[in-house]
């Protein structure tokens, strides 16, 4: 069945592949941005955007670590995105989270956290699938602390799942219709993040020095543990190796 599809951050990593796979599908894709007349954040434009369409797909992210940062972000354009839904008659909202985000207390886990459960409370029927950090994660990793020539990246185990596949999911969950939490998707392989950042710096030549450091805290432990990954298959098929093979040199 053809579908008319909004998707919410879609000129982001996920975003982009959702729109692709959307349209690929045969479905009719509405992009909701500001340069398109749409800003979710402000609350402006959504109503005309959202005319006629049967879902929304919301990949939308804030780069914070604030917890109240977060919340509000998050808490505030799901809010708008759900009423302008219910407004117009959309009747199914999907929602990209995190493996693990209830295991490790992060001001920007907490804030996905309030995401889930104002979606799920909202005025529209919701689908949420939690996915594990993309393939890409490991290269933004070495941008999260800059000493000089030196990268440090966070000690913690990830399942690194491609950003394609589980854009593959979310069209496929909104067709299927509202069916709430979604099983958790990841990568059929579990690596340590600095690991893969060094793989991405060799690939790349980025000329990097890439160390591990062990994080403070209850959320530290909890990201060494394993806490951030489904503790048993993923359900994705792309490896992190074979990824990283088709990414240009």
Not at 15 to 26: C, D, I
Not at 138 to 163: C, Y
Request: with cysteine; glycine share 12%; aromatic share 4%.
């Amino acid at each position: 069945m053809v579908m008319k599809i909004a998707v919410a951050g879609g000129t982001g990593v996920v975003g982009r592949h959702v729109v692709r796979e959307a349209e690929q599908r045969g479905h009719e894709v509405v992009v909701l941005s500001r340069s398109a007349g749409a800003d979710v954040l402000g609350g402006e434009g959504l109503r005309e955007r959202l005319e006629g369409c049967e879902a929304v797909v919301d990949v939308l992210n804030v780069a914070t670590q604030k917890r109240a940062e977060a919340e509000a972000f998050f808490r505030t354009t799901t809010t708008h995105l759900t009423e302008a839904e219910r407004e117009v008659g959309c009747a199914h909202h999907v929602v990209l989270s995190i493996v693990g985000i209830d295991r490790v207390p992060t001001g920007y886990y907490r804030g996905k956290l309030l995401q889930e459960t104002t979606a799920t409370a909202g005025p529209v029927p919701s689908t949420i699938l939690r996915a594990a950090q993309f393939h890409e994660f490991a290269e933004q990793a070495l941008g999260f602390v800059r000493l000089g020539p030196v990268s440090v990246v966070p000690a913690m185990r990830t399942q690194p799942i491609a950003a394609r596949e589980v854009a593959a999911a979310l069209v496929e969950l909104a067709e299927q219709g509202p069916s709430g939490r979604a099983p958790d998707l990841a990568g059929p392989e579990v690596h340590r993040l600095a690991d893969l950042a060094r793989q991405v710096n060799d690939h790349k030549h980025l000329g990097r020095r890439v160390v591990e450091a062990r994080l403070p805290g209850a959320a530290g432990r909890a990201m060494r543990s394993g806490a951030l990954t489904t503790g048993g298959p993923g359900r994705g098929r792309q490896t992190f190796a074979a990824w990283l093979a088709a990414e240009p040199a």
